[in-house]
């Protein structure tokens, strides 16, 4: 009969594990897992770990795992699932734990990992019996995966992975992808909704991460199409073609002076309806809640039915974006007369008027040949280099704010990783690293700051030593 740590592969596997992000423990689950084509891609610090591999699920669309040991380096995990938490990504963080019969001992890093991880994880249990390991595998998958995306946390006492199951389960689900579920929100209110849009005089779409999460870019092209204008929050940021003539770009307080949406922010301010779609309305996003106009009405499209009416009253669509858009979309087309929205036109030459500013400030306020260089140059010449194969990430702090500013997506579903959870320094090069594990075919180029690349030289060697090459730009913050 299989050990702990078998089954536990096994059960990592049956989801769709090809990679483990993890350094040195639990060793037995990196040797059993190495068995079944499972790889370990090793960290040099847990804070980085889980930042790998939140971009790792955030970049294939599967859920990432990474494994730690108790203690101090299960403490090390906390900020980066923390990140993955308000970001809505998907990680099962396996930490192995002091043996049971030594718990409540003040064994050796012994600490109540319970009670730490609560804070910043969906799910977080500890199984004690072998036979149930994958019970409660499929249980933090499902917790992960399901509803609004996040951490979950499984705790594996040592003797545990030690112990040899006297019986196996017969389960085959296969879990490790997201989201999990999909649902479309009550007919009845898609109906509202649209006659709502279409009705409206001046209305705007905010797309913020929920729509990369659920990949619900095609009925979000629809409403462009259909004459809607579309504008993202910075993790929303690739939802759209940001050359398209409907495409205002990077909303919230993204639009100061010299930002490449100062010029359209009335688009927002004077909008009758605003439908937000994957979107937390939270401080950044939202210019700390200034930019949304208070007498617009709110139509609010969210997984999660507890993030509708958090900042602004809102009429509840509650669902999957893709499927619930899609369904909208449906809904609205018949209702316009010539197949597009009437204030289609004005707001493209606002878009465009806006854009127009946006250059006439760069050549009034920034000279582009001075010494040294100006991160608007930088940012230029890599928007140049750019194509379908490039993922970019960046950052928190002001290299996220280059990035959303300075670069353009080109196409609908163009990836731009930035650390906007709890936006934690340190984050840009272990963010890279997870995004070339999970693609490795991809161009990837890293922006960070100075104060954020010295936080991560340990993981420059990791880089190297995976053979993940990948593109670092250094800004002088």
């Not at 009925?219 to 504008?231: D, N």
């Not at 809102?314 to 999957?320: E, I």
Request: aromatic residues 6%.
């Amino acid at each position: 009969m299989p050990m702990g740590a078998q089954l536990l592969a096994k059960a990592l596997q049956r989801h769709g594990v090809s990679e483990i992000f993890g350094q040195s423990i639990p060793s037995k689950l990196f040797l059993a897992g190495a068995k079944l084509g499972i790889k370990q891609l090793a960290y040099r610090t847990e804070n980085a770990g889980a930042a790998m591999a939140d971009a790792y699920a955030r970049t294939s669309g599967r859920v990432a795992v990474v494994a730690a040991q108790n203690g101090p380096a299960a403490t090390l995990l906390v900020a980066g699932l923390g990140e993955a938490l308000k970001a809505s990504i998907p990680v099962v963080a396996i930490v192995q734990d002091v043996p049971t019969s030594a718990r409540e001992r003040n064994a050796f890093q012994e600490l109540d990992h319970i009670t730490m991880f609560s804070a910043v994880s969906r799910w977080v249990k500890r199984v004690d019996d072998v036979s149930r390991l994958e019970d409660y595998v499929d249980m933090a998958f499902t917790a992960a995966a399901s509803g609004h995306p996040g951490p979950a946390v499984l705790l594996v006492p040592v003797d545990v992975l030690d112990q040899t199951a006297t019986s196996t389960g017969e389960r085959k689900a296969s879990l490790g992808h997201y989201p999990l579920d999909r649902s479309v929100a009550d007919p009845q209110a898609v109906a509202q909704a649209a006659q709502a849009l279409t009705q409206a005089k001046r209305p705007i779409i905010i797309a913020g991460g929920g729509i990369h999460g659920s990949r619900a870019y095609e009925p979000l092209a629809r409403f462009q199409a259909m004459g809607f204008p579309v504008a993202t929050t910075v993790m929303g940021k690739g939802s759209v073609d940001e050359t398209q003539p409907l495409s205002v770009g990077v909303v919230g307080y993204f639009m100061g002076p010299r930002s490449r949406t100062e010029g359209m922010r009335n688009l927002v301010t004077e909008a009758d309806v605003v439908l937000l779609v994957g979107n937390r309305t939270n401080q950044n996003g939202t210019d700390s809640w200034q930019l949304y106009p208070r007498d617009a009405q709110v139509i609010h499209l969210d997984i999660d039915g507890r993030e509708i009416g958090r900042n602004y009253e809102a009429f509840r669509l509650v669902g999957d974006a893709k499927l619930t858009l899609d369904a909208l979309a449906d809904a609205v087309s018949p209702t316009l007369a010539d197949g597009t929205h009437p204030f289609g036109a004005a707001a493209s030459e606002i878009i465009q008027a806006g854009r127009v500013h946006w250059q006439s400030q760069m050549q009034q306020w920034v000279d582009m040949q001075a010494a040294p260089v100006r991160p608007e140059r930088l940012m230029a010449e890599l928007d140049a280099q750019l194509t379908s194969n490039s993922r970019v990430v960046a950052d928190a702090s002001y290299s996220s704010i280059w990035v959303a500013n300075f670069l353009t997506a080109r196409q609908v579903g163009a990836r731009f990783l930035t650390p906007r959870g709890l936006a934690g320094l340190g984050w840009g090069l272990p963010f890279a690293i997870g995004a070339k594990a999970a693609d490795p075919d991809a161009v990837v180029h890293c922006v960070t700051g100075d104060g954020g690349f010295g936080h991560c030289w340990a993981e420059i060697e990791t880089a190297m030593r995976l053979q993940l090459p990948v593109i670092v730009t250094v800004l002088n913050n």
